[in-house]
């Protein structure tokens, strides 16, 4: 649960930076479509998916066993 909860944390950061993570890598600001920020974009917001759903199994697991029957 914290490897997702710090996953995520740095996945939003990829995400909110992503243009200036594209511009690092060579983009051109001047252009009008910045390929390098959306290729981060993308692959912060998959990363992204893969956290949470970290997150979310263990959420799950655990309420599981506090609703199992004793």
Partial sequence: MFAGAVGSSIDFLTIGFAK???YAFGDNLSE???HRAL???GIGLW???ISINMIDACCRDFLD???GKD
Avoid: S
């Fill in 20 to 22: 200036d993570i594209g």
């Fill in 32 to 34: 009008y479509t910045q």
């Fill in 39 to 41: 290729i981060m974009f």
């Fill in 47 to 49: 990363i992204l998916e």
């Fill in 65 to 67: 066993d506090l609703a």
